[in-house]
């Protein structure tokens, strides 16, 4: 079914924090007309919201939450969560994060190296004795989690020597899960849930075939006209895929993570930078032209003015990008239920945002 989005209105949920209620009222008293903050002392949101009222090259369609010092700078909610039927998008919606769940399926693996039960530069054979491929005796469990490994599938040669080059993929994070699960004897699925709900990110979750996922509609965005993508049946071939791409979560919740990840609450300050150091780099259209060295899960960005962490996911008609700045505690999250059928438009919006905080206060 293909159908035209309009604009929907913001709404606050109850469950959010004193302080996000707080600081969003504040914001839309703003908005509503209050002009008493100059635009000196806020140079970014008029031109996020701005930017995000464009329909031409297409409309965006999502949530924007940034913080700074644990509390809301901005936030803005546009769209809807089910365009069919009209349904406005709220601040608390669900959304398939797609490859941003990689970061949470290395900080399993990386608790499970503080625990001894992994060696990060063993060869995956240790963990994983029944593959047949010979390169099993080479390529390490840190080659997985920086995409220095050269796997494109797991029957086929490797696309170069390990640790000389980086091919982003699904593989390597597959088998990362099952690393996860040999070691730990626990079920990834489990294990990422109880993460989460340590946390307090209590909309988080893995997707899993024939449950009652909670989580919004994603669509695909041509010429700003949208089809509905659905959640393909894959079975076994899912399971695989969760730790690359299969878990849901929203904008609040990632909030969450990103504070308590990049503010020792996770992980140990050892493990944490392992995480965010790295020796291969490479280029991603949602970050720049440049390149920018590859941890665990993360895109660490330490060559621009003000250095950033952050990943982005897109994939069954969801967009994102999540970053955060460690040396100004800016958080920026930007979720999108839909992506354009246009692949250079994919982070369209996601871009422009990213270049609105470089050059904004926030950072500065």
Known sequence: ???SAADGKMTVPQILASSLLLTISLFAHARAGD?????????YSARIDQLVQEKNPRSFNGVILITKNGKTAYAKVLGYADIENKVPLRIDDNFR?????????????LREVEK?????HSPVRRYLPDLPQAWADTVTVHQLLNFSAGITEIDKPLSFKPG?????????????????????????????????????????????????????KGYVNANNVFTLREHPVQRNGWID????????????DLNIWDEKLHQG????????????SYDISSQHVAFGDEKHGYGYGVYVSDKTP??????????????????????????????????????SLHYYFEIKIREIVMSSNLVK
């Open 35 to 43: 002009n008493s903050r100059t635009a000196r002392d806020d140079d």
């Open 265 to 276: 609450k996770i992980l140990k300050p050892e493990t944490y930078k392992l995480m965010t």
């Open 164 to 216: 000389t080059d980086f091919l982003y993929g699904v593989t390597t994070y597959s088998m990362l899960g099952r690393i996860f699960e040999k070691v730990s004897g626990k079920k990834f699925i489990e294990a990422a849930n109880a993460l989460f709900q340590e946390l307090g990110m209590h909309n988080s979750f893995c997707y899993e075939e024939n449950k009652d996922n909670k989580v919004i």
């Open 97 to 109: 994060i797609m490859s941003n769940s990689k970061q949470m399926t290395a900080v399993l693996i």
């Open 1 to 3: 079914m293909k159908t």
């Open 306 to 343: 003000v250095k950033y962490i952050g990943h982005s996911g897109k994939g069954l008609g969801f967009a994102s990008i999540k970053m955060y700045f460690p040396e100004k505690d800016v958080d920026v999250v930007v979720l999108e239920n839909q992506y354009s059928e246009e692949s």
């Open 241 to 252: 895929f969760i730790p690359a791409g299969g878990i849901v979560s929203n904008a609040i």
């Open 116 to 120: 001894g039960k992994i060696d990060l």
